[in-house]
Structure formats: C-alpha cells, structure tokens
C-alpha cells in the first residue's frame, strides 16, 4: 500500500470517527433534553394520576428522584396537598405550603406522616422498596409497589386520596400505574427499566472490551503461526490488557457486582482468551531463552 492511500485511509477513518462521536453527543443531549422535559411538574408533562374527583380528598406528588439498587430502594420526595375545604383561614397562613384545618394522616409505601391541625404540610423523601434481578444487567427491569392511603380528623376517617406519580431517575426509565377499583385509597405501581443512553454504553463498552481481546489474541496467533521471536513489549501490552478488562467494566453506567451476566457473556471470556495469550507469551519466551545443550557441553569442556 503506497504512502498516499495509507494518507487517504487515515483521513477517511478519522473523519468517520470524529462524525460518529458528534452524532452520539447530539444524540445524548437529546435524549436527555427529552427526559428532563417530560418530567416537568405540569400534569401533562408525564404525571401519572390515579383519579380526578371534587370530592374531598388529599393530594399526594410524588417524584422519583433516585434508585439504590445495592440497597433494592427507590427514594421519593412527595409535595402534600389538599381540596380546598380542608385548607385553612387564610388569614392565618403561615407558610406558602398546604396547610390544613384538621388532622391529616398519609401513609406512602411503608412510611407514615401526621400533620396537625393548622400546620404546614412540609414535603418529605420516603423511600420504597423495590423487586429485581439486577443479573441481566443492562436488560434489568424492577417492580414498584406503592400503597397510599390518608385519615382526616381526630377520629381518623378515611379520605379520598388523590395521588400523582412521575420522575425518571438518572439512568432510569419509569412507566407509573394505579390499580382500578372504587376505593378511596391508592395502589401505585411502578416498572423501572434502564435508560436507552445506559444500555447503549453498556453494549458500546462491552463490544469494546471484546475487540481489545481479539486484537489482543490475534496478535499472540499470529507471532505464533509467523515463528516471530516474542518480546518483552508484547508480554507487556498483552498483561496491560488483562489488568485493565475489569476497570474497563466498571466503566458501564451503573456496573452490577461481579457475576451478572455481562460478566459471563464478556468479561470472563476476555480474560480467560488473554490468560491464554500471556501463558503462550511466557511458555514461547522462556523456551527461546534457555541455553541449548551444546552450549552447555562447550561449557563443561572448558
């Protein structure tokens, strides 16, 4: 291959390269933009509400803010709220929070609040239990389960409970549901998968990492199948390779612990094929350097 095809075949990949980077960053910040405006506090902009009524009720937002999968929890912050016939006077207002002219109490999930007569409605973070396999990782998908029910008064009488669910976690997507029925009480349900930008990069990472393994391995093939005399340097970057495919995994965003299925499908055959490179690196190498019988019979002659 002559100098200036070579010249012209570094231009053009570089080129492909440069447009193929700039058309993931625009494709990012889109995706992004869309996120974040869908998840605007507008009831169209992605509230998921179990019910419209003017009936008396207490009204519950609630905004996903983040998923702890080492702990399996989903953190809520909730806005209370309520019908206009349980607000208070006006006149004695203190804060530009709901406040209420008696007793409410809510119950989200597994946590409970009470808010006296007269005082404000203060917003909250709850977290809430989630169910998952986070082993097919980055196909993972988890179940919410939000049970929300409030009381009014001092002899506790159910209310009407009208509660909005949306939000999408960094990372995350969230598909929000109520179950149909009758009752005054609430029964929320979540499915939160992993963000199209997520699996993306995760597959980008992983077809990376296997590349780096088959240029690694051929390169061992190869020296081998020419009869090439191994040298240090190729011990050396084969060995960098190996050492580096598990910080090269935990790269992916949001990286399960060892043993998911990335690794099984990935990681451990990566090193596995680059531990066999190096061990016939090491076996080649200390067969070309140990002295030769008839060196040694001119040394004992001497």
Same mark, same amino acid.
């Given at each position: 291959m002559t100098r200036p095809t070579r010249l012209l075949y570094g231009i053009v990949f570089v080129t492909a390269a440069a447009l193929a980077i700039i058309c993931g960053l625009i494709t990012i910040a889109v995706t992004h933009l869309?996120?974040?405006?869908?998840?605007?506090?507008?009831?169209?902009?992605?509230w998921t509400l179990n019910r419209l009524t003017n009936d008396t009720s207490v009204v519950?937002?609630?905004?996903?803010?983040?998923?702890?999968?080492?702990?399996?929890?989903a953190k809520f912050t909730l806005t209370f709220g309520g019908t206009d016939d349980l607000a208070a006077n006006t006149s004695t207002?203190?804060?530009?929070?709901?406040?209420?002219?008696?007793?409410?109490?809510?119950?989200?999930?597994?946590?409970?609040f009470i808010f006296k007569k007269g005082t404000p409605l203060n917003n909250a973070v709850v977290t809430v239990p989630i169910t998952g396999d986070i082993s097919i990782y980055p196909f993972d998908s988890y179940s919410i389960?939000?049970?929300?029910?409030?009381?009014?008064?001092?002899?506790?009488?159910? #209310?009407?409970v009208v509660?909005?669910?949306?939000?999408?976690?960094?990372?995350?997507?969230?598909?929000y549901s109520f179950q149909e029925g009758d009752s005054v009480d609430a029964t929320g349900f979540a499915v939160v998968s992993r963000s199209r930008t997520t699996k993306v990069f995760a597959i980008l990472i992983s077809l990376l990492m296997w590349a780096l393994?088959?240029?690694?391995?051929?390169?061992?093939?190869?020296l081998w199948v020419a009869d090439k005399k191994v040298e240090p340097p190729y011990i050396i970057f084969t060995t960098a390779l190996l050492f580096a495919m598990p910080s090269v995994r935990s790269a992916m965003p949001g990286a399960p612990?060892?043993?998911?299925?990335?690794?099984?499908?990935?990681? #451990?055959?990566?090193?596995?094929?680059l531990s066999m490179a190096e061990v016939g690196y090491f076996f080649r190498f200390i067969s070309s350097a140990k002295p030769s019988f008839k060196l040694l019979k001119e040394v004992d002659t001497a």
């Open positions: 869309k996120a974040a405006h869908s998840t605007q506090k507008d009831p169209s902009g992605g519950v937002i609630a905004e996903a803010t983040s998923i702890d999968l080492n702990s399996q929890i207002i203190q804060s530009n929070l709901f406040e209420s002219n008696q007793a409410i109490n809510v119950t989200f999930g597994t946590q409970a389960f939000i049970p929300v029910f409030a009381t009014i008064g001092d002899k506790a009488q159910p #209310v009407t509660v909005a669910l949306y939000g999408n976690p960094s990372g995350f997507n969230a598909a393994t088959i240029c690694g391995s051929l390169l061992s093939v190869v612990p060892i043993g998911a299925l990335i690794d099984q499908i990935v990681m #451990v055959w990566c090193m596995f094929l």
